[in-house]
């Protein structure tokens, strides 16, 4: 990659770029493993406060704050009883569960109205704190009370949120995705962190690929590796964007974003930020953003916390188009949120994340697709160029080969240690096998993917597309 | 056991590896920057090279443990709970066919086992089982551990000192809900609590509770938490309570949990000095206090003059938590107030309003369907329209069930 004409113009270009492509790398590496060992030290705090205080004081003592959890759902007929049935087994004392089919074409509320009894209401009790479309049916469970179900106009997911915000009675609200199904426990490891500290304002959780998971009376059973490797791969990926990435900004307190597959918040702080934007495909970084802004520019003391522990399964694209559809909608969202707090970039009225979290958004998350693709034709331009330092090249392309695999191993390592939930080590090998091969294909593609989206934010601003799904085992 | 050490050794691990991750990254960089400033001449990989064995031995050991580390731990486990089994049955043994006592010391799966079997134990046999505490000297074991400077030995030693509920150890709890760390003095303050529980005749003026009370003053415990501690142990809380109100005055962030568990415990007999705290300037105690006394059931005289004022506040939550307070007082003396918030601004207000009235029966029905004709304020006729309902039937049952849990 050394070239060796440093006379003209073309040389001191080609020279700049060499050293951009080098500090980046070193920027994104150094940072990635810094988070991984902040993550691991938060997980392993984590492990000792379950272990130490154990839950069973927090039911024991009605110290609990009740939950409303948040379901939108759009065409989810094949995953939405599962889900359900999922969380009305979630064992926690108080909860109500809203869920909003959000102008559903499919039969998703005729499924659900089959399944747990549900009877139309009055709407009385709906009043619009947060502007959104209008419901045009109420239903409430004969079997279950505390379940909800309203159909409304389509609106998008953010609005569907907002119709459930609306609703919610409690002071804490938890939003899950129509096609996911927590853990048992999800809850009350949640809400625990809301009694312990009175500042904490939203808490993230750990959301895992549910592909190939055996669901039994709304309870996953048993955890099996998924079929495709398309799907394989992504495990690694949400292992590493979870255990690595977000534990470690949690644990220096910049989260920028909680999944919306999964997430608790207090209410009150939602409703103070006016609930969720509507004209974005990322209003779960939306919301986190706007909260970290409110808070700061009022100077209130707040948390946002991230728990690696309650987990949340959802299921991920198993083909490659689905997969291509969603990481650019996700890039987009990105763009959509990075531009719409752009003020923060930089500002120190907003710490750390204004001076550290944004920019890392900016330069390592953003821009990453523009700069690795330069990196690519950069590459191809020297060999054809015949310029290109074979030897150095080589020492180079191998220690960015290993330094991604010591991360995507250094995650896995750290969910190994505390969910121990693949039990077969054959499942541990092909998981081993999955990061190795990471790098062969499956990251470029996802890399133009995301490359395309950059230039497609405008145009396809708020536009969801769908995602074809094959429903619970 | 074998998890806190197989934690520690990953974390010694994971160390490792970002030392050598960034010492790599450094190699990557002095190497570049050599080859330019010496004009393409410098050639020297050795860096480079040291970086990349060191790299992939991080790689062998990240695989290895991510391999075997849930083999080795099952093991483990396995083998702990056979040892755990064959304790219990043993302990079973010496208290009921009388066989001989193991000797000291205790392995910590004895120490377990030997807890768990007091919890499950009451009368003669857990005093027995007491006996056994103190012939093993297990308490001098935990209290060495408590003045350990490990984190883990601490929170181990607090959680068998809650277990074992030892009255003599609770000086040393006492003392370690003034630890800097947060963990400690939360799990100090529940052992204590725990503890407290477990001695007899126990009353407010009691030298523990006062200690304790004492204590818990000045240590810093989260509201919430603290809550949840104070409503664990009925037996502990209500003397620890009623001592904590004998008090001259109570910070903000101690009076809200203390109220709340009361609240929680329904400690009926202390709604009085609740609302003592009616006025309280802070709005979120003010709340507290209101929720409280509606769980209790219970309308202080103090209320009536205040209750206007309640219902007008521009907090929200003091507004409805008096709309439910006024639920307690006889139709006849709430009517006037009710008609007047069934037209107030705020929307939640005129819906827990009607709420309220229909809760009332057929007299509130009566009451809401009046409000539909001769109400003067638009809002109200609104509100109290969407619920009109005959009089002579029971509350709809669908509004029964919007009614739900007051929060």
């Not at chain 1, 959780?205 to 791969?233: F, H, K, M, S, Y």
């Amino acid at each position: 990659m050394v070239g060796n004409d440093s006379l003209t113009i073309w040389g001191g270009l080609y020279l700049f770029f060499q050293y951009l492509i080098l500090a980046y790398f070193v920027l994104v590496s150094a940072s990635y493993t810094l988070l991984t060992y902040l993550g691991l030290r938060s997980i392993l705090r984590y492990n000792r406060v379950m272990s130490s205080y154990a839950i069973k004081p927090l039911l024991e003592s009605q110290a609990y704050r009740a939950i409303s959890i948040l379901v939108p759902a759009y065409n989810e007929e094949k995953s939405i009883i599962a889900s359900v049935r999922s969380l009305l087994s979630l064992h926690y004392p108080v909860f109500e569960i809203i869920v909003v089919s959000d102008g559903s074409r499919d039969g998703t509320v005729d499924v659900l109205r089959e399944a747990y009894h549900l009877t139309e209401i009055s709407l009385t009790r709906y009043h619009m704190t947060i502007n959104a479309k209008p419901i045009k049916r109420l239903f409430r469970s004969v079997n279950y009370p505390n379940l909800i179900l309203v159909e409304k106009e389509n609106g998008g997911k953010a609005d569907a949120l907002n119709v459930a915000l609306n609703l919610a009675r409690y002071p804490l609200v938890c939003s899950v995705d129509a096609d996911s199904t927590l853990d048992v426990q999800a809850l009350l490891r949640t809400a625990y962190l809301f009694v312990e500290d009175e500042t904490v304002v939203a808490v993230g959780g750990t959301v895992r690929p549910l592909n190939g998971a055996i669901i039994q009376d709304g309870q996953l059973v048993e955890v099996r590796l998924p079929p495709t490797w398309i799907e394989r791969l992504q495990i690694v990926e949400y292992s590493r964007a979870f255990f690595a990435g977000r534990a470690g900004w949690a644990e220096i307190g910049i989260l920028m974003i909680i999944s919306g597959a999964f997430g608790v918040f207090k209410r009150e702080s939602v409703l103070a930020v006016g609930g969720y934007r509507t004209n974005t495909v990322g209003e779960d970084m939306d919301l986190v953003m706007r909260l970290h802004k409110y808070y700061l520019r009022h100077k209130l003391p707040y948390q946002i916390r991230f728990t690696p522990d309650p987990l949340c399964w959802t299921e991920v694209p198993s083909d490659l188009k689905t997969l291509r559809r969603q990481r650019n909608r996700w890039h987009r969202g990105l763009w959509e949120n990075l531009w719409e707090h752009r003020d923060m970039l930089f500002n120190p009225r907003y710490g750390l994340v204004g001076l550290v979290g944004v920019p890392y958004a900016w330069l390592v998350e953003a821009a990453s697709p523009a700069v690795e693709l330069g990196g690519y034709v950069f590459f191809l331009l020297s060999i054809l160029l015949g310029i290109l330092n074979l030897e150095f090249t080589f020492y180079f392309m191998s220690l960015a080969i290993l330094f991604g695999l010591v991360l995507s191993l250094m995650s896995i390592g750290i969910e190994t240690l505390l969910l121990n939930r693949y039990k077969r080590i054959s499942d541990r090998l092909i998981f081993i096998v999955a990061a190795c091969v990471e790098f062969l294909g499956y990251r470029q593609i996802l890399l133009w993917e995301r490359f395309r989206a950059s230039f497609q934010v405008w145009g396809k601003r708020g536009q969801w597309g769908s995602m074809e799904r094959k429903g619970f085992r | 056991m074998w998890r806190r050490l197989g934690s520690y050794f990953y974390h010694v691990i994971l160390l490792a590896v970002v030392v050598v991750e960034l010492a790599a990254l450094a190699a990557l960089v002095s190497t570049f920057v050599f080859y330019f400033r010496s004009g393409g001449v410098f050639t020297d990989y050795t860096f480079l090279k040291i970086a990349l064995g060191t790299s992939l031995l991080c790689i062998l050991a990240l695989i290895f443990h991510t391999v075997f580390y849930p083999e080795i731990s099952d093991h483990f486990d396995f083998r702990h709970d056979r040892q755990y089994q064959a304790w219990l049955q043993r302990w079973t043994n010496v208290l009921f066919k009388l066989e001989d006592l193991p000797p000291k010391p205790l392995p910590p799966v004895a120490v377990k086992a030997l807890l768990d079997q007091r919890a499950l134990l009451i009368g003669t046999d857990a005093s027995l089982l007491d006996s056994l505490v103190a012939f093993y000297q297990l308490d001098q074991q935990w209290l060495k551990g408590l003045k350990s400077r490990r984190l883990d030995r601490r929170l181990a030693a607090l959680a068998a000192l809650e277990a074992a509920v030892l009255p003599q150890t609770l000086p040393a709890v006492l003392a370690q809900m003034h630890s800097r760390n947060l963990l400690v003095r939360i799990s100090a303050a529940r052992c204590a609590v725990r503890i407290l529980a477990a001695v007899p005749d126990l009353h407010p003026r009691h030298k523990a509770v006062l200690l304790f009370v004492r204590t818990l003053v000045k240590a810093r415990v989260p509201a919430g938490m603290l809550e949840s501690i104070l409503s664990l142990e009925v037996r502990a809380s209500v003397p620890i309570l009623e001592c904590l109100f004998q008090r001259q005055s109570l910070p903000a962030d101690l009076l809200q949990p203390v109220i709340a568990a009361v609240g929680n415990l329904r400690l009926v007999e202390m709604a009085a000095k609740v609302a003592t705290y009616i006025e309280t300037p802070v709005p979120a105690v003010r709340v507290t206090v209101l929720q409280v006394l509606v769980k209790l059931g219970y309308f202080p005289p103090a209320a009536w003059p205040v209750l206007r004022q309640f219902l007008y506040d521009t907090n929200l939550a003091i507004n409805l938590q008096a709309v439910r307070l006024l639920m307690l007082l006889p139709l006849e003396r709430s009517k006037p107030l009710l008609w007047e918030s069934l037209g107030h601004l705020r929307w939640e207000v005129r819906c827990e309003t009607v709420f309220a009235l229909l809760q009332y029966g057929p007299l509130g029905i009566q009451l809401v369907n009046e409000a539909v004709q001769e109400h003067p304020v638009p809002a109200a006729v609104q509100i109290a329209s969407q619920f009109q309902t005959n009089p002579g039937l029971p509350i709809n049952a669908r509004v029964q069930e919007w009614l739900g849990t007051i929060v």
